[in-house]
Nanobody
């Protein structure tokens, strides 16, 4: 069982920056996939940025503005967000996938943290 706890959300003006954190109860470098998703008002949850087997991936809408990173010392995943726009307003979720030695896949979600960007 992997527990994920997000923090760092808040209210920011357009053009501003925020850094989200996701504290994991597991060695994040041993996870198959770890990343950030978001769900805006009335929208489906969408991928923002992921690290899959060491490779980073970004949604087109955030490329050049958001940076995903991880810290092995604290088992924390980060999402640095800059040049924020009102359309970035959403609940941001941390997600992780673990593959057991037997090949079973387990998917975990954090509780989410609200990011609101005012115009």
């Amino acid at each position: 069982q992997v527990q994920l706890v997000e923090s760092g959300g808040g209210l920011v003006q357009a053009g501003g920056s925020l850094r989200l954190s996701c504290a994991a109860s597991y060695d994040i470098f041993r996870l198959n996939t770890i990343g950030w998703y978001r769900q805006g008002p009335g929208q489906q949850r969408e991928v923002v940025a992921t690290i899959i087997k060491g490779s980073t991936n970004y949604a087109d809408s955030v490329k050049g503005r958001f940076t995903i990173s991880r810290d092995s010392a604290t088992n924390t995943l980060y999402l640095e967000m800059s040049s924020l726009q009102p359309e970035d307003t959403a609940v941001y979720y941390c997600n992780a996938e673990e593959i057991s030695p037997r090949g079973n896949r387990y998917n975990y979600w954090g509780q989410g943290t609200q990011v609101t960007v005012s115009s």
